[in-house]
C-alpha cells in the first residue's frame, strides 16, 4: 500500500507556472506506474499525464502537451508535474495517483486503473 500527498498548488496568472509534487509512502515506489489527473467543478475527471515505472515513457493528455511535463525521482519517491504557460482552464484539483503491479513501460489512462490516490491540491489560473 501507499500514500500519496500532492503539494504545489495555488494561485498564478494566465501565462505562469507551477510545479506540483507528490511525494509517496512505502519502500516499493519504483513499481508504480503513476499520473496525474484533474477535475474541474462540474466535469469528470480526467487524464492530464502518465509516466511508467522506469520513467522512460511519458504520455500527456492533447491539451497539455508541450506546456506540461511529468516526471519521477524514485530515490525521493516524488513525483512531478512541472506546469508552464498556464491558462484558465487549466483550474481544476490536481490528483495523482499509483498503480501496481504494472510492467516497466506501461501508461494508463483511465481512472478505474489506478489504484491509490491522493488528496489532490487545487489549481486556480487567473486570466
Known amino acids: 500500500q501507499v500514500q500519496l500527498v500532492e503539494s504545489g498548488g495555488g494561485l498564478v496568472q494566465a501565462g505562469g507556472s507551477l510545479r506540483l509534487s507528490c511525494a509517496a509512502s512505502?519502500?516499493?515506489?519504483?513499481?508504480?506506474?503513476l499520473a496525474w489527473f484533474r477535475q474541474a467543478p462540474g466535469k469528470d475527471r480526467e487524464f492530464v499525464a502518465g509516466i511508467s515505472r522506469s520513467g522512460g515513457r511519458t504520455l500527456n493528455t492533447e491539451s497539455v502537451k508541450g506546456r506540461f511535463t511529468i516526471s519521477r525521482d524514485n530515490a525521493k519517491n516524488t513525483v512531478y508535474l512541472q506546469m508552464n504557460s498556464l491558462i484558465p482552464e487549466d483550474t481544476a484539483v490536481y490528483y495523482c495517483a499509483a498503480r501496481s503491479p504494472v510492467s516497466s513501460v506501461s501508461v494508463y489512462r483511465d481512472a478505474p486503473a489506478y489504484t491509490y490516490w491522493g488528496q489532490g491540491t487545487q489549481v486556480t489560473v487567473s486570466s
Open positions: 512505502g519502500r516499493t515506489f519504483t513499481t508504480y506506474g
